[in-house]
Structure formats: structure tokens, C-alpha cells
């Protein structure tokens, strides 16, 4: 029985920075790194959740997102310190979802069944395609070969949820070829299927390929009509598998939807923990430096004695913002109307004790005029049509005050 002094549920994000060699299309904070880094990054890790503790201490921890990167570098005992220490330090859940992103390659039988062990029930695989072509295209280590052996290593392991990650619009990627990835994918049977298009970020090798007209890039890019036609498909191919997309861009079975993502969408409180991970808090938001150095050294052993805010302020409260009463309401209509079933009208009032049509009224009359936005059960809810989801940063773009 959980104190009434309890605020409530809070999710708990954990960067892992490392990778084997950075995908083409990658803009993360991310890098490869030898055993000596990593080993002190986990101990760092360790200590900044200690020390992020006291801040945390009238919420419960419900769900715990271990990204990158690709945090199954990591070894099982270095997963299972790193999850000891939260429960030494926060309140986690009896059910709590906990899930480790992983690319294949990374996963051998010990390391699955170890990650069990640990406490790990949710396992997220990055595939991007079934196509060997394609992943060369994007820089990818892995072949579809050994996705699947890792698949099938991961539920012998016990593994019996599992998400894989898809990418559409890539080079050379027609309609065709894109929809069989997502039958193949789909027959495997896992519980989520996260269906992204591929975006090219400046500043990655990627992008460099496909300026001055693209002659140095792997394959053309799908045109705007077939990326269109693969989003449109997208949710009609695994519908017959018996998916729901209940977010833009996410599938599942019924009972499968990632908490930890849903609590970003409805802006639950939660902590980042990690090189240049984010936060929200108390209606704060703020981040961890993005250099790797200056966070190994704040944490370690020999500097870990008294209070040192001026560091503090340098290292774990980058870009600290105490968002206002109007960007709450933003980041409520924003966020909440990427899951399918929309935003509770009721709920607006009950945070900002003032009415949804009093602050919008005229934009969502203009919405709804426009077939982009639907109101429905009896006005308790509201949410983007099918049009609406097709155009979605531009409707949700008309919530900015």
C-alpha cells in the first residue's frame, strides 16, 4: 500500500551513450567506446541516481527505459547494478514495465537470459528493415539473418514482450518492399511494432549523401506520393495482424502499449538519468551535459563529498526551464493528441481550471471545419481524424499560443 503522501507514478530514463559504429542516419547522443568507458559510465550512472534520489522521493518509480545508443553493450551484471541501485534509491513498482533497447548483434543467449534475471521484461530490438540492401544503406551492422536468430534466441530466453523497430522512406525503398518488411515482421509475432519514417538529420553522413543532388547517395529516396502511400498502408497491413496504432507512429497488442512512452505523451513526471538525458519534474524540465568527460568526472569516487551546486548547475541542470502556465497547455494539446484516442476534454479543466474551448475554441472550430479533428463521446474527448493524422504537424502545430 503505497503512502497518500505520494504524488503519484513517474518514469525513469537511462541513456546509454555507446554503440559499436554510429548508423549514417544517427543524430543521438551516441558513440563507440571501449570496456574501461563503459564500466565507468555504469558506475557514474549508479551514482547520479543516488544522488537524484532525494528530488524523486514523493513519486513511485511504474516504468524504467534503458535507450541509447544501444544499451545491450551493456552486460547483464552491469544492468543488474545499475537496476539494484534504483531500487536502493526509488520506490519501483511491483509491475513496473522495465525495457533495455537493443540492436542485433549485441544479443547472445547468456546476455538475453541474463537480462531476465536482472529484472528486464520488455525488450526493444531496432530491425529498421527486412531487406539487407536497405539496412546497408543506412550504415547498419546487422543482416535480417541475424535479427532473427536474435528474435527467436530472445523467446527461448523468456522474453514475452518484445517490441521491433521499423523505418520507412528509405533509399531505394519502394511501397512493395516496404509492406513485405511489414508482413515479415508482423508474422514473427512480437507484441509492438514502432513504425517510423526516415528523417535526414543536417549534420549526419547521411544527409551529407544526398546534397548536390544526391549523386553521391546509396539510392534515391522514396517520392512525397509513396511516402504517403507506405504511412497510409502502414496501419491497414497490421491491422490485419491484429495491431492498433494507438500513437502516431506506434502498434500493439491489446495490453502491449509501452507505458514508458505514454507517460511522455500525457506529460507524467519523469527523470533522465545519464549524458545528455532530459527531464520533467515539478514542471521543469531540464538536461544533463552532453559531454561525456565532464560527466564521468563530476561522478567520480574521489569527487563525491559535499555540496557543489556551482557544479551541479554546470553538469546536471543544463537548459533549466520552469514552463509556463502556457506552455503546459501547449505540450497538453501537443503531445496528448499523438495517441489515438486524443485528449480527455475534462482533464484540461481539471489541470489548468479553466475550459479547453475557452483557451482553443476558435482553432478547434477550424479544425474540426477542416475534417482534421474529431470530438466525440459526447464531447468528453477529442482527437485527430485520419486526415488529421496524415497532416499531423501542421494541426498540432495550430496549439501553439
Given amino acids: 500500500m503505497l503512502s497518500a503522501a505520494f504524488k503519484g507514478p513517474m518514469g525513469l530514463y537511462l541513456h546509454i551513450p555507446f554503440c559499436l559504429r554510429k548508423c549514417l542516419y544517427c543524430d543521438f547522443l551516441s558513440a563507440p567506446a571501449g570496456r574501461q568507458t563503459i564500466d565507468r559510465y555504469v558506475r557514474a550512472l549508479c551514482a547520479q541516481l543516488s544522488r537524484e534520489a532525494d528530488g524523486c522521493k514523493d513519486y513511485w518509480v511504474d ?5 541509447g545508443g544501444t544499451p545491450s553493450l551493456l552486460t547483464p551484471e552491469q544492468i543488474a547494478d545499475v537496476l539494484a541501485c534504483v531500487r536502493a534509491c526509488y520506490r519501483l513498482s511491483q509491475d513496473a514495465e ?7 548483434g549485441t544479443l547472445t543467449p547468456e546476455k538475453l537470459e541474463g537480462y531476465l534475471q536482472a529484472g528486464i521484461n520488455r525488450l526493444s530490438m531496432g530491425l529498421q528493415s527486412t531487406f539487407d540492401a536497405e539496412l546497408k544503406a543506412l550504415g547498419r551492422l546487422h543482416d535480417y539473418r541475424t535479427f532473427v536468430e536474435n528474435y527467436h534466441g530472445a523467446r527461448q530466453a523468456g522474453f514475452s514482450n518484445i517490441n521491433v523497430d521499423l523505418m520507412s522512406a528509405l533509399p531505394g525503398q519502394t511501397l512493395s518492399g516496404w ?3 511489414l508482413r515479415r515482421t508482423a508474422d514473427l509475432g512480437p507484441e509492438h511494432i514502432s513504425a517510423y519514417s526516415l528523417i535526414l538529420e543536417e549534420g549526419t553522413p547521411l544527409y551529407a549523401l544526398y546534397q548536390d543532388g544526391g549523386e553521391k547517395a546509396p539510392a534515391p529516396l522514396p517520392g512525397e506520393e509513396q511516402e504517403r502511400l507506405m504511412y497510409e498502408q502502414t496501419k491497414q497491413v497490421l491491422a490485419g495482424y491484429g495491431y492498433r496504432r494507438y500513437e502516431i507512429s506506434n502498434y500493439a497488442r ?5 507505458r514508458h512512452n505514454i507517460g511522455y505523451w500525457t506529460r507524467r513526471p519523469y527523470l533522465g538519468v545519464g549524458l545528455g538525458s532530459a527531464s520533467l519534474l515539478e514542471e521543469t524540465r531540464w538536461k544533463v551535459t552532453g559531454d561525456l568527460e565532464t560527466y564521468l568526472d563530476f561522478f567520480s569516487p574521489e569527487k563525491q563529498t559535499g555540496e557543489r551546486p556551482l557544479q551541479d548547475g554546470a553538469v546536471l541542470r543544463q537548459e533549466r526551464q520552469q514552463l509556463t502556465e502556457t506552455e503546459q497547455k501547449e505540450e497538453f494539446l501537443f503531445l496528448g493528441l499523438r495517441m489515438q484516442e486524443g485528449i480527455r476534454v475534462g482533464e484540461f479543466r481539471q489541470r489548468f481550471h479553466t475550459g479547453l474551448w475557452d483557451v482553443y475554441g476558435s482553432v478547434i472550430t477550424r479544425l474540426q471545419e477542416q475534417g482534421l479533428l474529431l470530438v466525440y463521446d459526447d464531447g468528453r474527448r477529442m482527437r485527430l481524424t485520419e486526415r488529421g493524422i496524415d497532416v499531423s504537424n501542421y494541426v498540432l502545430s495550430q496549439f501553439l499560443l
Wanted: charged letters at 15%; a negative charge.
Fill in 63 to 67: 516504468t524504467v527505459f534503458f535507450g
Fill in 98 to 104: 522495465i525495457t533495455v533497447e537493443s540492436n542485433p
Fill in 179 to 181: 509492406l513485405e518488411t
Fill in 254 to 258: 491489446p495490453g502491449y502499449e509501452c
